[in-house]
């Protein structure tokens, strides 16, 4: 719910506070064109809001209340609730009228990665895929520096898209075979392949000429075009043959980061997600996991966490290299909240 309405603009009301519910207010504080009002619980799944007029409902209602916004496909309104959640949860985009689609996803396991569901091919120089990774703000020597990291990827068993989007194949560190792909495409499409290992996987780039002792920092991202445009921005200023550079795909496994600073063990983990409160959780997130590895394991000390933000007024380095700027508002993180609601707990049990 509350990850919905942050996509969609709102923002939460620090000064209603968070307790047992929460306020997020769309558009300016002073006059919001909207304000709802959320239970907080720990399943975000099974949040619920309501307004002060009446009007109450889940996730899908307020996603339908602002389908507009979405510009999500399908043939009705279902197929495009469901369309917008896949694409909120990084999964795999479908058309639910496509009576083979679904016949298809019916008699494989949606758990497990099939490689053979997938036509995969080298990214040749004039290509569709070529266009995109441009408007992207990526120029000749960076694509040309991420060839041996990156794909053309063609789903078979879409028949609604039949062209190649680009691959960015995920892996065990330390490990060759391909657990799945993270996907992107033109007008903003993005995906994973159906069965990505999400959990101990991710799309690792790693320029160190396979010299695992030898990498001394791996910079954490969300996405692979938030590495790649890293890769752009400070080309000059990083010393590449001992560097890995890992998209997350939009979330943080505890199991992925674990293998890859386990792999890594003389590495530094470094934060370079998003400047906005999901970022904010991931990067608490990993420096969490990496504090617990400093402890358990002698290779990987304590001082070799840091972080590597995009400058302030950019969302993502990808929007560094674009000059896309934008406002940022600093608002709690859950690791703030926490921190936060236990400060006060405290106060009250003096008292």
Known sequence: ????????????????????????????????????????????????YFRRNGTKGDVVTLIKENMHAFHATGNTEWAKVMNVLADMANMPMTDY??????????????????????????????????????????????VNAFRPFMCEIRDRSNDKFNGYNIGFPYRIAGHDKIEGYEIRGSKGFKSKAVGTNS????????????NPLGVKNVFFM???????????????SVDWQSTVLVSCGGGTSGKSIEKILTYFSKACAVDCFDNDPAGRDYGN??????????HDYPGIQSH??????????????????????MTITN?????DRNAALAANRNKMMKL
């Open 97 to 142: 009228q496509d009576a083979e689609m679904i016949h298809n996803a019916r008699t494989s396991d949606p758990h497990v990665f099939d490689p053979s569901r997938y036509d995969v091919r080298p990214i040749e120089n004039e290509t569709a895929i070529s266009a995109i990774l441009a408007a992207r703000g990526f120029n000749r020597d960076t």
């Open 1 to 48: 719910m509350t990850d919905v309405a942050l996509k969609l603009g709102y923002r939460v009301d620090k000064s209603a506070g968070v307790n047992k519910y929460v306020e997020l207010i769309l558009g300016a504080p002073a006059e919001p064109s909207d304000r709802i009002i959320v239970h907080v619980k720990c399943d975000k799944a099974n949040q619920t």
């Open 222 to 236: 969300e996405s692979a075009f938030d590495a790649i445009a890293f890769y752009q921005a400070n080309k000059y």
């Open 199 to 210: 959990s101990t996987a991710a799309w690792i780039a790693d320029f160190s000429n396979d």
């Open 304 to 325: 070799c966490i840091s972080s590597q933000k995009a400058p302030d007024g950019f969302k993502d380095w990808n929007d560094v290299i674009l000059g896309k700027t």
């Open 331 to 335: 608002y709690p993180s859950k690791h």
């Open 285 to 294: 997130k990993l420096f969490e996991i990496a504090g617990k590895l400093s």
